[in-house]
């Protein structure tokens, strides 16, 4: 049957793909001087924020105001498991789709049926799985001369031959794989050259070392790589910039520091001026006491750099979040443009940070023209445009006290795609207005002094179900929900879509959405038909007018929406099509909250896309929540017990939580998971599903620490479970 599938797969795309190089262009003919036109081409979505300016907008007119209510469903295409967060937008150039998934998947579509022409399998070294911070998610692929390029999830740079789906080269982008380094980014194009970055700053005791690096299109060949963080003290600069960069670090850290400072999302290209744009991410580890008792810059960590695309040496940096202590990375999407800004035009590049700070920045040479609060912040007043420093206040030091500082770790914007549309001069934002309280756990008298992806710290995001009491044995005394909610007026917690000015540096409209339990709505797509796409986690897509932001259009599809939608055209007809799953960051937080499709549908990993006068979108299956199994005979005594709860909560709890999730509810584990317990953390006996061996971490006799703390839980979920069901009649 699996042959037989795979046979049919290959001549439908033979037979498609074959009408599609008969026409104009081949598979994925995208070069320098077409994309340079893309605005000639609107229905083509030839990167992954369509054109080169990464604007996520498209000049496409035939939906539009007048009769978007007649939107529904097109078709759908299901991604296959594992059922995990999606954050890539589709790609769409002369019918064809291309989009990846878990992993680094990569899947060819026919974009006007959801037909499948090819599946890439990037058969990734499963040790990686563990190395992402936030779910094994993938932000998409780059086309360039009919050839794809993805990332996968072990740093495997692949590019895949667009018309047959199969290998052409392959590299090896990771430096150390000792190290927690994972790829979940998409590459960017810059000339000749395949550019891509990596993550990993929160991993680990100490993080990872930042850099981008740089292979040449056609051979895979290494061409050059731009560190974004110094080497150990006393070992040698591997280009000139580190020299400055080493100054602001202090000079007597440990050699086990790593740095931080990763470059895994939101890359540009000029190549006008032959300057690769990206952020980086947050210094390793988040206090930076740990590793040196100055207030350093730690440069090039939480800023903007430009690379020159032909030898990677630095042209510019700007320094977002100095000295980040809050996980402030600088990577969100980076937006080209001309604007005028004082009377005078400038070809500027824009972010939404992660710090609540727009930024418009000249992006020739690198001077900061504007810095305004986008959403409220409270860990700074502002930012000084003569030096480019915020001006920190008092609220943003967690050293003394445990702290509640907007935005969050999460940031008031991150990786969702905002979409700039130049006919309204405005920004579309995709805004998380949501704290989060630091605690310094060397210091604050609480049991767990380390947690997986935070380090010596932890970022506690309060909601109506906060509880200081709780935490308080493990991260010690926690300030009261009123006294975070009197920190500020209206709700503590929010997520909206604020449509921004960026040179009046305002906004013009807004609308809050979901239900403001940190929902992580999707990423943002307008278009010249006076319309802007967004999805929720809810499982709704909103439309709304782009210029006053009314609302025109609510499609329910029953799955969690986390990417930003892209449009095109094939025969004539305008689709607009999204990528849905749940997971990424949310993974990170908890339960699924009771507002996000994925509470209640199973969260299937799907394309789904949408047609004037098409239907109602079909919806996944109803979410089944398994009951408890009665657990095996609890054997270990209590400090064994108590020294697992510690241990889950360190290396686990990034990703488990006990309740609905889109990993395992362990407590509800069945008895051969419990009899491979140990195989499973020790020797990675389920790898395949993104559960890695921890082996390297946690000894046989932690792991059955661990697995005596679960069966106590276990017991506790049965036993309540059990003396509900005698009392039903």
């Known amino acids: 049957m699996k042959i037989a599938h795979t046979l049919w797969s290959v001549l439908l795309a033979g037979t498609f793909l074959a009408a599609v190089a008969s026409g104009e262009h081949a598979p994925a003919d995208v070069d320098a001087a077409r994309l340079a036109q893309a605005a000639a081409e609107p229905g083509n979505w030839f990167t992954g924020g369509r054109d080169g300016d990464q604007t996520y907008h498209s000049p496409l007119t035939l939906i539009n105001t007048s009769n978007v209510e007649r939107l529904g469903f097109a078709w759908t295409y299901d991604l296959g498991a594992p059922r995990r967060g999606q954050e890539a937008t589709p790609i769409v150039v002369d019918g064809v789709m291309y989009t990846s998934g878990t992993f680094g998947y990569v899947y060819a579509l026919d974009a006007a049926t959801g037909r499948e022409l090819w599946r890439y399998d990037p058969k990734p070294d499963y040790r990686a799985a563990r190395n992402p911070c936030c779910d094994l998610v993938n932000r998409g692929v780059a086309l360039w001369k009919g050839r794809v390029y993805v990332a996968a999830v072990d740093g495997m740079l692949h590019a895949i031959d667009a018309k047959t789906g199969q290998r052409v080269w392959k590299v090896d982008t990771i430096v150390d794989h000792a190290l927690p380094y994972s790829s979940t980014g998409a590459p960017i194009i810059a000339g000749d050259k395949v550019v891509i970055g990596n993550s990993g700053s929160d991993m680990g005791r100490d993080g990872v070392r930042g850099y981008v690096a740089a292979y040449h299109a056609d051979s895979g060949q290494f061409v050059w790589r731009f560190w974004t963080v110094p080497p150990a003290p006393g070992k040698a600069f591997e280009h000139p910039e580190l020299a400055a960069a080493a100054k602001t670090w202090d000079p007597k850290r440990p050699p086990s520091s790593q740095g931080g400072g990763t470059a895994w999302d939101g890359f540009a290209c000029d190549p006008e001026l032959d300057l690769v744009y990206f952020g980086t991410a947050n210094a390793a580890p988040y206090d930076l006491s740990v590793v040196g008792k100055g207030q350093f810059d730690a440069l090039y960590t939480a800023s903007i750099l430009a690379v020159h695309g032909k030898t990677g040496r630095l042209a510019w940096h700007y320094q977002t979040t100095p000295h980040d202590e809050y996980d402030f990375d600088a990577v969100q999407k980076l937006v080209l443009s001309d604007l005028s800004v004082n009377g005078q035009n400038r070809k500027v590049i824009m972010q939404a940070s992660k710090n609540g700070y727009f930024y418009v920045i000249d992006r020739a040479n690198g001077q900061l023209l504007s810095a305004e609060n986008y959403t409220y912040v409270n860990w700074a007043k502002g930012v000084d445009l003569k030096t480019g420093r915020p001006i920190v206040n008092e609220q943003a030091n967690w050293h003394a006290k445990p702290s509640n500082i907007y935005p969050s770790w999460a940031g008031g914007h991150t990786w969702m795609p905002m979409s700039w549309n130049a006919k309204t001069g405005l920004m579309y934002i995709p805004v998380i207005d949501v704290p989060n309280i630091w605690v310094d756990l060397a210091h604050n008298g609480g049991e767990v002094k380390y947690v997986d992806g935070f380090f010596t710290v932890n970022g506690i995001m309060p909601d109506e179900a906060y509880e200081p009491a709780d935490l308080k044995r493990l991260y010690g005394p926690m300030p009261s929900l009123d006294s975070l909610k009197g920190e500020r007026k209206g709700k503590m917690i929010r997520e909206l879509i604020r449509a921004w000015d960026p040179v009046a540096q305002r906004v013009v409209w807004e609308h809050e959405t979901g239900s403001g339990n940190r929902s992580y709505d999707g990423g943002i797509l307008s278009t010249d038909g006076n319309l802007v796409f967004q999805g929720r986690g809810n499982g709704e897509l909103w439309v709304y007018a782009a210029d006053t932001g009314r609302v025109l259009k609510v499609l329910q599809t029953g799955s969690h929406i986390m990417a930003a939608p892209s449009t095109y055209v094939v025969n004539g007809e305008q689709y607009v099509a999204v ?54 005979k609890q054997t270990a005594k209590a400090a064994k017990i108590h020294q697992g709860e510690i241990l889950f909560v360190q290396e686990c709890s990034r990703c488990h939580v006990f309740g609905q999730s889109i990993t395992p509810d362990l407590r509800k584990l069945s008895p051969a998971y419990h009899a491979m317990f140990r195989d499973i953390l020790l020797k990675g006996a389920v790898a395949p599903t993104g559960m890695e061996s921890f082996a390297d971490i946690l000894s046989p006799a932690e792991v059955d620490a661990i697995h005596a703390y679960i069966i106590d839980e276990a017991w506790k979920g049965w036993r309540v479970q059990e003396a509900a069901r005698s009392k039903t009649p």
């Not at 098409?614 to 979410?623: I, N, W």
């Open 579 to 632: 990528q849905v799953g749940y997971g990424g960051a949310a993974i990170t937080v908890g339960a699924i909250p009771a507002s996000s499709a994925a509470s209640q549908y199973e969260n299937v990993n799907r394309v789904i896309a949408f047609k004037l006068d098409g239907g109602p979108v079909p919806t996944p299956p109803k979410a089944v929540i398994p009951p408890f199994v009665e657990p095996p």
